[in-house]
């Protein structure tokens, strides 16, 4: 990811196109999850893929001082990153790791990991040896299919963990597979299995967290916070599901923007762009941006798809390419090279989600804020509401 401190931010902003990223709106929807929970039950912030896209470091710091007190990663090179930036809160690898080496960076960085099957816990006691004691959570499978051992072989697992002396269970939990879906019939039975193992193995008395809710499950049901939830995609202000926009407010912390870099004219009968898939149907007048699928606006959106310069609507047109796309800005008289275009967020009445970039393409919105790419520069909005040079812990 770039950083660009405060004396490159005008140098920036002369740039082609870049992300546009509100710790404030981060820092507010953290507030609005906790709000949802028990002075009791704490909140994991989730930042793996780069806080879809958002930036990590920036997400994580925002949300641990507007009270989160853990965070979410899914590999061990993203909890270093965290490590490096000087988060000291408590960082939970999603993923399975399975290698000594791995064990060792666990280790060195003060990560804690997922153990999802019995030969991994043998690994990481076998490495771990006599030098101290590992912090680590079990993945337990309810019906996601995924990362865990079964609920219903669950107890013999626990004991063999329970049997290493240089292993501490600090966490349990398990994944919802259809929490943003109205039905919650599937919800309900991963929740009445995730409650049979738990008074099965005893792990009610342990001192442990237990954690079974994403942000969807949070914001469904309070029955499955437990001691601690996950959020990841609300804490970027978008919601899993239209049927939970009415439980908090949130609001979206990530915009794209890009410049106009030519203002040209077309006559009539103009093929515009690879292909030829759009063709002018009289004389008009076409902006051009250096942004593209290089950059993560999706190729299938060419044709598609309305962005906005101030405040006014301007549709896409032709095959979106690499690194640019054309717009007709044939309503826009007086538009100059250099004018800002809003790809992706609110500019005066118009609104472009990636929920509508989503729904147009027949995928999800984290798959469309993930693949957003590093070559965007990520800027930070509303700096003054955190320290970014602190040392920040839970």
Not at 136 to 145: E, F, K, N
Not at 185 to 208: I, V
Not at 236 to 252: E, F, M, N, Q
């Amino acid at each position: 990811m770039f950083s660009w401190g405060e004396a490159s931010i005008e140098l920036m902003y002369r740039g082609r196109a870049w992300v546009e990223i509100d710790v404030g709106a981060i820092a507010h929807n953290t507030r609005q999850l906790i709000s949802l929970l028990e002075p009791t039950t704490e909140l994991m912030s989730v930042v793996k893929a780069d806080a879809y896209g958002h930036g990590a470091v920036t997400v994580a710091k925002a949300a641990i001082q507007a009270g989160a007190t853990a965070l979410g990663v899914a590999t061990i090179p993203e909890g270093i990153e965290l490590r490096k930036a000087g988060l000291t809160a408590p960082i939970l690898v999603l993923g399975a790791t399975n290698k000594p080496d791995q064990v060792e960076s666990l280790l060195r960085w003060h990560l804690q990991p997922s153990l999802c099957t019995p030969k991994q816990a043998l690994i990481f006691s076998e490495t771990v040896g006599d030098r101290r004691v590992l912090p680590v959570h079990l993945a337990i499978d309810t019906g996601m299919s995924r990362l865990g051992v079964r609920w219903d072989e669950a107890k013999e697992f626990i004991q063999l963990v329970q049997g290493q002396p240089n292993l501490e269970i600090v966490g349990i939990y398990s994944h919802c597979a259809t929490a943003d879906d109205p039905d919650p019939s599937m919800m309900q039975e991963q929740h009445r299995r995730f409650e049979r193992m738990l008074d099965t193995c005893g792990l009610r008395e342990h001192n442990c967290k237990i954690h079974f809710a994403n942000s969807a499950a949070a914001m469904s049901d309070a029955s499955l916070h437990y001691d601690m939830v996950r959020a990841g995609l609300a804490t970027y202000g978008l919601y899993p599901s239209p049927h939970l926009k009415a439980r908090i407010d949130l609001r979206p912390a990530l915009q794209i923007k890009a410049r106009i870099t030519q203002v040209k004219e077309l006559p009539a009968g103009t093929g515009v762009s690879y292909g030829h898939r759009f063709v002018a149907a009289q004389d008009m007048k076409i902006g051009v941006i250096g942004i593209g699928y290089a950059d993560g606006v999706p190729r299938s959106l060419s044709n598609r798809v309305t962005f906005s310069i101030k405040g006014q609507p301007v549709s896409q047109i032709g095959a979106i390419t690499m690194d640019q796309m054309m717009l007709d800005v044939t309503h826009l008289p007086d538009l100059q090279e250099g004018e800002i275009v809003t790809v992706l967020g609110t500019d005066g009445d118009q609104v472009m989600t990636a929920d509508d970039w989503a729904e147009t393409l027949g995928t999800i919105s984290w798959e469309i804020l993930c693949g957003f790419k590093n070559r965007l520069p990520r800027v930070t909005k509303n700096r003054s509401l955190w320290d970014s040079e602190a040392v920040v812990s839970a």
